[in-house]
């Protein structure tokens, strides 16, 4: 690889600028606005949006929010009607924050950043929410109405819960190098999606009439593509295929020859290419690919921390 790229002829500091201007790929742009000194009142409320008690404080509210889901969410049922009232009393307290960062950053500043763009639209999904939940509650309100509600508001729960891996560093890196490694694994990812697909066909014409058994049955099967298809990605995450291909490998006079029985050498092949395949040579390069950028990343942050680079952090800003 060094000699295909030419690195292998650069000195020691070439090869860290080159390094550094690899790392700097990844790294984002800073876009939080800088303290506003016009308004005593908008520093105050700058000060406490990054306060680590306002984090710790927003970061308890999403688990309260996330916790109502604990329970179904069933019209006519008092406990229902008690989390509801507790997620709405959530989103209250995030509309408000929401009031309060959109006044220390300005509008414009507030904007700036895609994260406080997704809490503003869910500020908005909230407001709907309550809305509907009055509609519904009210004596002139109707089913539809509540059930509008309950669905709108198990789908803002959700995403408020998916809002909570921007909310530290830590969090903030890992869905950074999720994302880098989705977007540079696209073709191995599509290749996998290629080759799942075709193991499922060819598993629903060979095995779609294969007798029930211990692991095989209403809802592990190959009697459809979309069983077959779910079938295979259930083997990738290792969940029992060795039951369910000794399940497949009935033979009489356990079955009916000819009509619900499999072959025994044709399935034990199937299984296992599938498995050896997934597991070996399409995840491997993937997870390679993650561990590499995770290691660019952290290195990066250290890089940043380290004193001998005093300006990067200043460029960070600066971009």
């Known amino acids: 690889f060094n000699k295909n790229s030419g690195t292998a002829l650069l000195t020691v500091d070439q090869r860290r600028f080159y390094d550094l201007r690899s790392r700097l790929i990844i790294m984002q742009p800073n876009r939080f606005p800088p303290r506003p000194t016009a308004s005593p009142f908008r520093c105050f409320l700058f000060d406490l949006i990054l306060s680590q008690n306002w984090k710790s404080f927003n970061i308890l509210l999403l688990l309260i929010n996330s916790g109502t889901l604990a329970i179904r969410w069933t019209q006519g049922d008092p ?128 095995f779609s009439n294969v007798k029930y058994g211990e692991a095989l049955g209403r809802h592990a099967n190959f009697e459809t593509p979309a069983n077959a298809l779910v079938m295979m990605i259930r083997i990738i995450t290792g969940e029992d295929w060795n039951r369910l291909m000794r399940d497949v490998m009935v033979h009489a006079p356990d079955c009916i020859a000819d009509e619900d029985c499999g072959s025994a050498p044709a399935i034990v092949f199937y299984f296992c290419s599938f498995y050896v395949m997934v597991v070996f040579i399409f995840l491997n390069p993937f997870l390679c690919c993650w561990r590499t950028f995770r290691c660019s990343i952290h290195r990066m942050r250290m890089l940043c921390s380290a004193k001998r680079i005093s300006g990067c952090s200043r460029l960070n800003g600066t971009w």
């Open 79 to 206: 406990d229902t009607i008690i989390v509801m009232g507790i997620s709405i009393a959530c989103n209250c307290i995030f509309l408000v924050q929401t009031a309060i960062k959109m006044t220390a950053l300005s509008p414009s500043g507030f904007f700036q950043s895609h994260r406080n763009a997704f809490e503003f639209a869910l500020g908005v999904m909230g407001l709907s929410y309550i809305v509907l939940f009055a509609a519904g509650m009210s004596s002139s309100g109707n089913r539809q109405a509540w059930e509008h509600a309950r669905q709108v508001g198990i789908a803002n729960v959700m995403l408020r819960f998916i809002s909570l891996t921007g909310k530290g560093e830590t969090m903030k890196m890992l869905m950074l190098t999720v994302v880098q490694t989705i977007v540079k694994s696209s073709y191995i990812i599509l290749c996998l999606l290629v080759f799942v697909l075709t193991y499922a066909l060819i598993g629903n014409v060979l």
